[in-house]
Each structure stands twice: as structure tokens, then as C-alpha cells.
């Protein structure tokens, strides 16, 4: 049964379980969230890039309006908490400012499998490491989900759309692995080849073989 969801079309893939922090400053968009707030009603975020038109989204709620400013702006708090396909698009909701849509709800499971984790958060500690990143901490396996490093794995855009798509986190938690093991050996030749170039024309000190 479909259902009519305010939207925020943003350039942006936002995946189940993710947090996203937004700051509102539309007219249109500060009545969207005021009525979130009052009804406790959620909206869709649906990801919007020149030239691609997309029929899946992500319904999120509202957590917290983190602070309002003089001018009616905010800083809000919000979480994913499902997927959607776009049957129709309304640039302007009868009686509204904000944009809506007729929508299908697609169920999400977000029951893990330690062992995709345990590889998952391994092979990242290997990558992070190779690439000398510091400032992502990464929960023990037994705790991990794939939306926390969804965006820090090197998925490209038909890569996040694909990924935003899938309905258990078994399955996305399959396809991040499959991911890494064939992103992190190309990370690690990259970064053999920077370091020989960084090389190039220092004094070699080197042992003959014979």
C-alpha cells in the first residue's frame, strides 16, 4: 500500500541506520521539520545529482533539533530508518511549501552476522592503516554495522545507490566485503608506486643479491 512521505531531495545517499545532521535554512524545508517535530512524523531524504534520476530513498525520523537559530534556521539530528521506491514525485504538496511523494516502504532488517563483521572490520583496520587514516575509530565486530563506514570504504556513486538499495544488513554486509577485498590490493599498489616515487633519485642503499 503506498503512502504519500514529505521529501528533502539532497545530493546525498543516505543509507539505513545512518545518522544525518542537517542544517535547515528553506522556508519550505523549516515547516517540513516543524511538523516532524509537532506530529512526530518522519520524511524521505532522496538522493538528488544532475542527470540521474533516482526511485529510492531513505525515510528517516527526527531526533532532535539541536538548536534554532534567530532567523528560524536549525541544526537537526536525524536517523534512517528504512527505504523507499518513488511511484510520483509532487514538487509541492497541496496546502504545503515542501516537496512529497507517493511512496512504497520496503522493509529493512538490520539483524548482522559477526562473521562479514569480523572480516569486515579487519580488512578496514588493514586499509586505514595502509592509508595512514587515524581519525576513524572502528567498533569492535560484535558492534559494528555497515552504515558506520558505509561513506569511508571508497564506494563510488553507483556503488552507494547499489548499496543504499539492499534490504538486510547481511546482504550489504556481504557486498562492503566483496568491495574491500578488491579495493584494499588496489590501495596498497597505489601506495607501493607513491612510495617509489618518493624515492626517486635518493641515494640507494642497496646489497647485491650475488
Do not use: C, W
Not at 515542501?98 to 563483521?117: H, L, M, T, W
Not at 587514516?133 to 571508497?154: C, E, Q, R
Amino acid at each position: 500500500m503506498s503512502d504519500i512521505l514529505p521529501l528533502f531531495p539532497l545530493s546525498i545517499v543516505v543509507f539505513p541506520g545512518e545518522t544525518v545532521n542537517l542544517h535547515i535554512f528553506e522556508p519550505r524545508y523549516k515547516q517540513m521539520i516543524h511538523e516532524a517535530a509537532n506530529r512526530e512524523t518522519s520524511f524521505g531524504i532522496i538522493p538528488y545529482f544532475e542527470g540521474r534520476k533516482m526511485h529510492y530513498g531513505a525515510e528517516v525520523k527526527l531526533e532532535k533539533i539541536a538548536k534554532t537559530y534567530s532567523d528560524g534556521k536549525m541544526d537537526i539530528h536525524t536517523e534512517a530508518i528504512g527505504l523507499f521506491e518513488l511511484i510520483e514525485f509532487f514538487p509541492i504538496l497541496e496546502g504545503k511549501l515542501y516537496p512529497a511523494g507517493e511512496v512504497n516502504r520496503i522493509a529493512v532488517d538490520f539483524e548482522s552476522d559477526f562473521k562479514y563483521n569480523f572480516a569486515i572490520v579487519q580488512i578496514l583496520k588493514d586499509l586505514y592503516e595502509t592509508m595512514q587514516i587515524t581519525n576513524i575509530p572502528l567498533p569492535d565486530y560484535t558492534l559494528f554495522k555497515t552504515h558506520l563506514v558505509a561513506h569511508k570504504v571508497g564506494f563510488n556513486l553507483d556503488q552507494e545507490f547499489e548499496f543504499m538499495m539492499l534490504q538486510t544488513e547481511k546482504e550489504r554486509a556481504a557486498y562492503m566485503l566483496d568491495h574491500l577485498s578488491d579495493f584494499l590490493p588496489k590501495v596498497k599498489e597505489m601506495e607501493s608506486l607513491r612510495k617509489k616515487a618518493e624515492m626517486n633519485g635518493h641515494f640507494k642503499n642497496l646489497i647485491s643479491p650475488i
